[in-house]
């Protein structure tokens, strides 16, 4: 659980007024997520999701809400944000900007099966072709540059044979272009735990936005790849229910093995980041950098091909 803002109930109830979801019957912090304080809220009028966001500069955070009200009124299931009178997406609450979210039904799979895998396939590509074309979208925040930036820095923290590793593959990484890639919005961290599934199989809910930029859509099929697809069976039906809606290109195949690395790379320093600068929360999040050293290791000794 990460809840690093706490929420005190009368202030809760006067910031809720605005938007007119009914008199607050409680609230209580969710046993999930990493980077921002979530909690439940609900009120005489229903089940809500209240977003503190702990460190989103404000323009991004717009992006972000945007986005996802975009992608709800498009008929993806996605949580769309609640707006005042004035039509703000977000305003503050102790002290940090907050946001009101449609509460989805379902519950997150951890053990997905193919079947699962080529859903969640093809509703990645429905939303980033939902996606593209919403205008003024920022980059991707944790994208080549900050991949390089914060492996540098990490460089110092490490083991020797982490430190080896690490610096290899940066330089590795720096080599890539992904210009010729085809690009769109993103949403670079659908994990298992950012998906809900109803009782048909179906996903009901896709959440966590707040890592979300433009960057080659490959990569974003990688990230799903790499948290979803532990065997060829999972990966193809992922590839195959993705390129149902948007067909892969023949250069999207060429920079897979380099693109997978790449999604490895940047969750192992996400992670290893979590450890070695741990941020002082009520109830802090913590998850094993090691997987994704050893997934990365695993495809820098043996590159896999894109399925299909
Ligand atoms: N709109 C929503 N509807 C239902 N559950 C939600 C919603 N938003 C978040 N959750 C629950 O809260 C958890 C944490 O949310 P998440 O956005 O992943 O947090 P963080 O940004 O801190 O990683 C999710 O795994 C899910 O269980
Ligand atoms: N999904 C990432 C980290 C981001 O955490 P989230 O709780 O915001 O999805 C990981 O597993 O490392």
Redesign the pocket.
């Known amino acids: 659980m990460s809840v690093y803002t706490l929420v005190g109930r009368d202030e809760l109830a006067a910031w809720l007024r605005p938007l007119a979801v009914g008199e607050l019957i409680e609230h209580a912090g969710i046993a ?4 921002n304080s979530n909690y439940f809220v609900t009120t005489a009028h229903g089940r809500f999701v209240l977003t503190l966001f702990e460190s989103i500069a404000p323009a991004t955070l717009a992006f972000y809400l945007r986005l996802q009200a975009h992608l709800a009124d498009a008929g993806l299931p996605c949580p769309h944000p609640y707006a005042d009178p004035q039509g703000n997406y977000w305003r503050m609450l102790c002290g940090k900007p907050a946001a009101l979210l449609s509460c989805l039904p379902g519950r997150a799979i951890e053990e997905p099966t193919a079947v699962h895998c080529r859903a969640i396939g093809a509703a990645l590509a429905r939303l980033h072709l939902a996606a593209a074309g919403l205008a003024d979208a920022p980059a991707n925040p944790c994208g080549a540059a900050w991949r390089q930036a914060v492996g540098s820095s990490l460089l110092a923290a490490l083991s020797t044979d982490e430190a080896a590793l690490l610096a290899d593959e940066l330089t590795f990484q720096s080599a890539q272009n992904w210009k010729a890639l085809p690009q769109g919005v993103i949403h670079a ?1 659908l ?1 298992r ?2 998906v809900l599934w109803d009782d048909c199989g179906q996903p009901s809910g896709l959440l ?1 936005f ?2 979300a930029g433009t960057d080659a859509w490959l990569f974003d099929l990688a990230v799903v790849a790499n ?1 979803w697809c532990p065997d060829g069976e999972k990966l193809s039906a992922l590839c195959g229910g993705y390129g149902e809606i948007r067909p892969l290109t023949d250069g999207e195949r060429v920079a897979w093995p380099a693109v997978r690395r790449a999604a490895a790379l940047r ?1 192992w320093l ?2 290893l980041e979590a450890r070695h600068r741990p941020r002082a929360g009520e109830v802090v ?1 913590v ?1 094993n950098p090691d997987d994704f050293r050893h997934l990365l290791e695993k495809f820098r000794l043996a590159p896999d091909a894109l399925p299909g």
Do not use: S
């Not at 999930?32 to 980077?35: F, K, L, Y």
């Open positions: 999930a997520g990493m980077q961290d994990f735990d950012n966590d707040y890592f948290d969750f996400l992670r999040t998850k």
